[in-house]
């Protein structure tokens, strides 16, 4: 049974850069064709897709955060990460790290930015 833990803090300054952590049990990150992916639930909105690392270690990015986002792997490990860099309190969110084409997911963290 895979299961998938976030981890990280849950109060983050405006300006600094938020880091996640996802940890995955019970298979592996490296598994042919998987893809994982961060998402995130602003409140009182919808799912907003932030991006995904491949099997392989290739990385996709929501276009319209892209430029302040970066997803990176640590295979030994198996745990993916998320840092969001310059946030705002618009970054307030729970964030969750999933498998979606396997309903994988984890329960999410609920991250707040504010000084």
């Known amino acids: 049974q895979v299961q998938l833990q976030e981890s990280g803090p849950d109060l983050v300054k405006p300006s600094q850069t938020l880091s996640l952590t996802c940890t995955v049990s019970?298979?592996?990150?490296?598994?042919?064709?998987?893809?994982w992916h961060w998402i995130r639930q602003p409140p009182g909105k919808g799912l907003e897709w932030m991006g995904a690392?491949?099997?392989?270690?290739?990385?996709y990015y929501s276009p319209s955060l892209k430029s302040h986002t970066s997803i990176s792997r640590d295979t030994a490990k198996n745990q993916f990460s998320l840092q969001l860099s310059s946030v705002t309190p618009e970054d307030t969110a729970v964030y969750y790290c999933?498998?979606?084409?396997?309903?994988?997911w984890g329960q999410g963290t609920q991250v707040t930015v504010s000084s």
């Open positions: 690392i491949a099997y392989d270690g290739s990385t």
């Open positions: 019970g298979g592996s990150i490296t598994t042919s064709h998987y893809y």
């Open positions: 999933c498998n979606p084409g396997r309903n994988y």
